[in-house]
């Protein structure tokens, strides 16, 4: 198959290309979230009503996996869909199906993040999603988690050493390897490699943390604020983005982000891009309003808005990796 018919058929649209509905993962074990439960399904409703309330066609569905939370999730959010299905968390940009532009939805092997995190439900949940849909499933043998990964839909896609690399996802596998898989199961015909991602990201450094195409060949990444601690992984990636012929624009960072006196990885890059607005996480930091006014102007089309996603983090993301979108 030619890169150019993979570019039409195999490969996930843009974020930005028109959606059908997306699947947000709603805050389900107590055991989990302990004290911040509560708190975060409050955001993650919030998060939700963000993407309905400005319409477009697209329908939030979100995904409780037993019916106490099911019951709750429509409670705070009348307006979406809601359904069960049985999941570890709700990080459903790395356990649900990748979709591509033919329909097709794309579902590879998870281990938690390279076995960090081995919670019933994670490995299986992308398939009976899809069945949801009555999308057509294709099983991929090789681990890959969509947070790795951010395509312009152009058959480039950007990912970091330091996760796709890593000997605890598919150690067998070799870079040139990788690369062939990308393209033959995902029609990405160029990889561009960063180096690593934030600090303390129990993801290995997960690209849609750091680095988001906002248009084709058009990469933002983070601006530096004073005493971030990950100055020098933006000003790598920024390096490597422009030797790979990226034009690059930058978003402010939220800065030297603690809870318990631990530097966590929060990052404006982690916004969601729906069909009429998008929401970018917010943490009470100086640096907030910079963050959403960096993100209109790059999508002038679209209504940026802000919200906080503080307890969100507290289970290691933010929105867009609660989510995954459904293409048109």
Request: charged share 25%; aromatic share 8%; proline share 6%.
């Amino acid at each position: 198959m030619s890169a150019d018919v993979n570019v039409t058929t195999r490969t996930p649209p843009p974020e930005w290309a028109p959606h059908a509905a997306v699947w947000i993962g709603f805050p389900s074990h107590p055991e989990l979230w302990q004290d911040d439960l509560d708190q975060a399904r409050d955001e993650v409703a919030a998060f939700a009503k963000a993407v309905h309330a400005d319409g477009a066609g697209e329908t939030v569905i979100l995904v409780a996996a037993d019916d106490e939370a099911a019951d709750a999730a429509r409670a705070l959010a009348p307006f979406a869909q809601v359904v069960v299905e049985p999941f570890g968390d709700i990080w459903l940009r790395d356990t649900a199906a990748i979709l591509d532009g033919a329909g097709v939805a794309h579902d590879f092997r998870f281990n938690g993040w390279g076995g960090k995190y081995d919670l019933p439900g994670d490995d299986d949940v992308g398939e009976r999603l899809a069945a949801t849909r009555g999308l057509e499933a294709e099983a991929h043998d090789w681990v890959l988690e969509g947070g790795a990964i951010d395509g312009d839909g152009t058959g480039t896609v950007v990912t970091t050493e330091q996760c796709l690399l890593n000997p605890n996802r598919n150690p067998s596998l070799s870079r040139g390897e990788i690369e062939r898989r990308l393209r033959d199961d995902l029609g990405y015909a160029r990889v561009v490699w960063l180096g690593d991602g934030l600090l303390n990201d129990h993801t290995d450094g997960h690209v849609d943390n750091l680095a988001r195409f906002v248009g084709e060949n058009r990469l933002a990444l983070p601006q530096a604020a004073e005493n971030d601690p990950n100055w020098r992984v933006y000003q790598d990636a920024a390096t490597r983005a422009r030797a790979a012929g990226l034009e690059v624009v930058h978003v402010p960072s939220p800065g030297r982000v603690l809870r318990d006196e631990e530097v966590i990885p929060a990052s404006y890059m982690n916004f969601y891009i729906g069909n009429a607005a998008v929401v970018v996480p917010l943490y009470g930091t100086e640096h907030d309003q910079a963050g959403v006014a960096a993100v209109q102007g790059l999508f002038p089309t679209r209504r940026a808005v802000g919200l906080r996603a503080d307890a969100i983090l507290t289970g290691g993301g933010s929105f867009h990796c609660i989510s995954q979108q459904i293409p048109a």
